[in-house]
């Protein structure tokens, strides 16, 4: 058994990039030993310009303050790309636990276009639909662009250090990512009084769907908590310029469960001193995998005479799922859901 951390450890990226051999192995070895015990990181000296950042949590702050009836223009209405309305989705859910919905508002996009030559079948519109795009506020469009663009370049280079983790050779994911599905979501969490219903997150505790996530988490206001293996909670770190990445859970299908797809949640912070919670921002982007890829267990992840956990899956048919789980409410009000 190896230790499990009681903060989440940070990771130089660009040392590893940049590493010898040796370097790199040393570096690897140590994201295998984080992956294997709690499954979260942070990553620093990432090279994501920090305009293009900023630019992005502008964007995204301006557009949750508008008005609702101006949100609601771009909603999503059964798809994941649009605004999804404070109190719609209940992340619990998606591990069949019942549980009042999540205290978030939420925007997300997904590809910016879908892979050319593939045939549209089941699925494929919900995956690789057009995005919907809020009109205001003015350059909203670009800045989410060059960001996802900036995160699909990060994600590719987290992917070589997880591959190098594994003893892989750096590009053994990237087949699986040729027209990955990467959603981008900002996550906004109103100012106001605590919850009133029993058990009720800011996010409920889940766990992520995909290959990993990249996290740009407030700067000011924490609440992000992970769970332990032993069930106690640790409150991640509060981050000014890194990412703090986890895995999700198709990675923890790839290894058979050599890495972790941890549980985690956004609790309420301290309130002021009027008992009102801060306001809380986040963008996180899910990379994941092509909606057709076939996630089966890594070969080198089973001991000899061991037997896979899980069965192959089909990406898109996992996330899709666990989609319509965080959203049945809402599905139930509009039958546009696939």
Known sequence: MRPVPDAIPTVDLAAFLAGTQGERRRIAAAVDDICRSLGFLVIDNHGVPRQVAAAAWTAARQFFDLPLA?????SAHGSPRGYFPFEEESLARTRGVAAPPDRKEAFSSGP?????GHEPGAGFDFFYGENRWPTAPAGFRDAWIAYYRAMEALGAQ?????AAALSLDEDYFAPFHRHHLAALRALHYPAGPAAAAAGQQRAGAHSDYGSVTILKPDPEVGG?????????????????????VNLGDLMARWTNDRWVSTLHRVADPEPDAGGELPRRQSIACFMNPDYDAEIATIPTCLAPGEQSRYAPVQAGDYLLAK???ANADAAARDKSIL
């Open 70 to 74: 101006a949100k609601l223009k771009c």
């Open 323 to 325: 989609f319509r789980a």
């Open 158 to 162: 987290v992917m070589r250090l997880l």
């Open 112 to 116: 910016l276009a879908p892979p050319a």
């Open 224 to 244: 992000l908590e992970v769970r332990l293996p032993g069930g106690d909670w640790v409150a991640a770190p509060v981050v000014t310029d890194a990412f703090i």
